[in-house]
């Protein structure tokens, strides 16, 4: 049978707690707790006022942020003292600044906070008000911060990885021709086109890009010394279409047949290539 009475490991019997005892037990525990609850409220109010965080400190290397800029934006955040602020939320605050790749904070005894930063480094523009960076994140600095001289890409957002890594490693194939990437694009069919610095347009259209880029890459120096092109369409299985300037045809319609003067390139066996000035083709269904 069941009683206050338990049994020790030597066998004998000893007193357990009293109803009475227990009574206390609760009493005691919940007045603990009420002064520990009590203590608590009374810290977060106290504690702001008496330990206030007076200094935050930034640290990173800063291009297009300014510390005032970062320093501003945790103070706007700030909710509690040195040892009750929330330093996850301020991260996240701090974060959401367009040119923040990432950011910690930590405390410093007896007043300050350390603001560390990453900045974001902006790959090229994303149409007309955006940037994009070389993990394919896309952001939206003011309009004053965005940088000069930066290529552009164009697409659908689920495109950017595909387009940054396109531009990686384009660039410098194309840059040892003497030639930059001004703008890389991509439609909703998927087909390439780029618009190169010496201004002319290339078109790669969606299939087999790498094969025609390594072949535009092959003939233009040949192509260079021929003439000055408008757009150069690499569309074929085994050749090219180029618009040339001066023809007074519309650059922006490639499938006109008018005026275009079209330079087919050929194969031989010997690996040798031949780009008769004639005849005429269209470039409508390449």
Known sequence: MSGPEQTTTEGRLVAGPTPGRRLVRWVWALGLLSLLGGGGYRLMLWEPQQLPVRVVTVDGVL???????????????????????????????????????????????????????????????????????????????????????LPRLSGREQDASALVQRLVDWAPRLRALGLEIETLARDARGAWTLRLSAGFSLALGKERVRERLSRFIRVYPRLAATGMPLLIDMRYNNGLAIRWAGTGSDASEPDTMGAVRAAKLKSRTSGSLEYPVSPYFSLSNP
Do not use: M, N
Request: glycine share 8%; hydrophobic share 45%.
């Open 63 to 149: 291009k297009y942020l300014s510390s005032p800029c970062l320093q501003e934006a945790v103070i706007t955040h700030l909710d509690g003292g040195i040892l009750t602020q929330d330093l996850a939320g301020l991260q996240t605050a701090v974060e959401a600044i367009p040119w923040v790749r990432s950011a910690s904070l930590r405390r410093r005894w007896p007043d300050r906070l350390e603001l560390r930063v990453v900045e974001r480094i902006a790959l090229a523009r994303w149409g007309e008000a955006a940037l994009i960076d070389a993990d394919g994140v896309i952001f939206r600095p003011k309009t004053g911060d965005i940088p000069r001289g």
